[in-house]
């Protein structure tokens, strides 16, 4: 990717939404500076800007063989809610790729682990594809997601592909269940015994909130997988995304600049609670 498209404001015009809860949607781009989700690694994020109000740090949700560029949003904000109610043809300014995606090369070979949490299923979203796309190239996949009620699972409709797919086991909970759920209730770790874990040969890409983070690597500490085998997404408040501003600093690192994607011995000193 040349260097001035981080910098480079393009246009990209609004070809669908899809409603995943009643506070997130899939926005689904087509830029027009030809460029499609192959730019684009899995992992990144882009800066979305809504003309006149301001822009967002919002992570690529798109494989490289789909038409279109996509993102999953929650609404909590000025800048999110306004991006809810485009309608198709409606235009936003698209502003990178920044930072550092998954490296699936170190996952070559060996059980790819992908363990979300709530909107950390998104930037998770390219690997799962990627490993679908190419059953050969890693020795399996775990996709491993929780949300906090049923109502809360994005990409629903994508399971029964998923699940069908080969090497593919697809495991889900939620931390409180309805009259009508069947599955899984509880954290994210009380699936890992259920998984089929293999820890001898296992490469794990988390992303969720920092406590799921914490406690999923405890567990996959105990169970036996080196930290150099763990990576993890970290989420700031970005801003800049090019590390000039410091509102993502964490530590000496810029999570714009340097992340967000980290192997974790590289951070494991910056989380701030005991015991990770």
Same mark, same amino acid.
């Given at each position: ?8 404001? !393009? ?26 989700? !192959? @730019? ?28 279109? /560029? ?16 485009? !309608? ?23 059980? /790819? ?25 890693? @020795? ?24 069908? !797919? @080969? ?30 874990? @293999? ?50 600093? /964490?530590?000496? /690192? ?23």
């Amino acid at each position: 990717m040349p260097r001035h498209a981080l910098h480079t404001l !393009a246009r990209g015009t609004v070809r669908g939404m899809r409603k995943e809860t009643p506070d997130t949607f899939t926005l689904l781009l087509e830029l027009g500076d030809g460029r499609t989700p !192959a @730019d684009f690694m899995p992992g990144q994020f882009n800066m979305l800007y809504v003309f006149g109000v301001g822009e967002v740090p919002i992570s690529v949700a798109s494989f490289g063989r789909e038409k279109h /560029l996509t993102h999953t949003i929650r609404s909590v904000g000025r800048v999110t809610n306004l991006l809810a109610t485009l !309608a198709p043809g409606s235009c936003v300014g698209v502003r990178g790729p920044f930072g550092k995606g998954w490296p699936l090369d170190e996952a070559e070979g060996k059980q /790819l682990l992908v363990i979300a949490g709530g909107l950390g299923l998104p930037p998770l979203r390219p690997v799962i594809e990627e490993a679908i796309a190419e059953p050969g190239r890693f @020795d399996g996949l775990k996709v491993i997601y929780g949300a906090r009620t049923p109502a809360d699972l994005i990409y629903t409709y994508e399971y029964p592909r998923w699940q069908a !797919a @080969d090497g593919c086991d697809l495991l889900l909970t939620v931390d409180r269940g309805t009259p009508d759920w069947r599955g899984n209730v509880g954290v994210v770790t009380t699936l890992f015994p259920k998984a089929g874990i @293999d820890a001898a040969r296992a490469v794990a890409f988390i992303c969720g909130p920092e406590l799921m983070l914490k406690f999923s690597i405890l567990e996959l500490s105990r169970i036996g997988i080196p930290a150099e085998r763990i990576f993890v997404s970290l989420e700031r408040n970005m801003s800049c995304a090019t590390g000039t501003c410091g509102h993502c600093q /964490l530590g000496p /690192l810029f999570i714009c600049r340097d992340g967000p994607v980290f192997g974790y011995p590289r951070v494991r000193d910056l989380f701030p609670r005991e015991g990770v």
